[in-house]
């Protein structure tokens, strides 16, 4: 069975620095295309990025009001990956989702972790 | 790279047919056939539900329908039922990201 377990949320000021790690079981991240997907309060679901991969270069691509500010990367060694996110802003306040990414689909999701941005 | 526009809600009474559209453009929708629909129920994680804009994954039920016509992807929900009263939203794929729906919140009579 596919698990994937996000922490590290929590409450941070504006400016400031946060990372989400995401521990999977039941697959090999390294072997997968993993994404970050957001959810504001209220709102909709938002692509953030995505790293392909190992085999496929491990490149990320973001959507651009992360860009420069939020890196995706993992640990093989411990099956777990990572959202870190700088120079937060108050419109990152969001539910974050690590998710699976499987041509074209995302199959797998986990339960979220809460991101509030606040001061 | 825009959300892609789906109506806020839809309804119908149980029995019944709805179809909710998504429209993005031929960089997205368009472009590629990678539409997804997810079903998400509040405070929990979305579900994929159509995928390859017309597949469904092992277990969800045939009453769930997807298609596409030039930019615009559907989703069609036949013999409504208490439990498909949920948020909807499709995804594409857009070159190198993806993109999500605004969201349909499907309300069942």
């Known amino acids: 069975e596919v698990q994937l377990v996000e922490s590290g949320g929590g409450l941070v000021k504006p400016g400031g620095s946060l990372r989400l790690s995401c521990a999977a079981s039941?697959?090999?991240?390294?072997?997968?295309?993993m994404s970050w997907v957001r959810q504001a309060p209220g709102k909709g679901l938002e692509w953030v990025g995505r790293?392909?991969?190992?085999?496929?270069?491990?490149?990320?691509d973001y959507i651009a009001p992360v860009q420069g500010r939020f890196t995706i990367s993992r640990d093989d060694s411990k099956n777990t990956l990572y959202l870190q996110m700088n120079s937060l802003k108050t419109d990152d306040t969001a539910v974050y989702y690590c998710?699976?990414?499987?041509?074209?689909?995302?199959?797998?999701w986990g339960q979220g972790t809460l991101v509030t941005v606040s001061s | 790279q825009s959300a892609l526009t789906q109506p806020r809600s839809v309804s119908g009474s149980p029995g019944q047919s709805v179809t909710i559209s998504c429209t993005g453009t031929?960089?997205?929708?368009?472009?590629?056939?990678?539409v997804s629909w997810y079903q998400q129920y509040p405070g929990t994680a979305p579900k994929l539900i159509i995928y390859?804009?017309?597949k469904r994954p092992s277990g969800v039920p045939d009453r769930f329908s997807g298609s596409k016509s030039g930019n615009t992807a559907s989703l069609t929900i036949s013999g409504l039922q208490a439990d498909d009263e949920a948020d909807y939203y499709c995804?594409?794929?857009?070159?190198?990201?993806?993109?999500f729906g605004t969201g349909t919140k499907v309300t069942v009579l």
């Open positions: 031929s960089s997205d929708v368009g472009g590629y056939n990678y």
């Open positions: 039941g697959l090999t991240l390294s072997n997968d295309w």
């Open positions: 995804c594409s794929y857009a070159g190198s990201l993806y993109v």
């Open positions: 790293i392909k991969s190992r085999t496929d270069g491990g490149t990320t």
């Open positions: 390859d804009v017309t």
């Open positions: 998710a699976r990414v499987n041509s074209g689909r995302i199959d797998y």
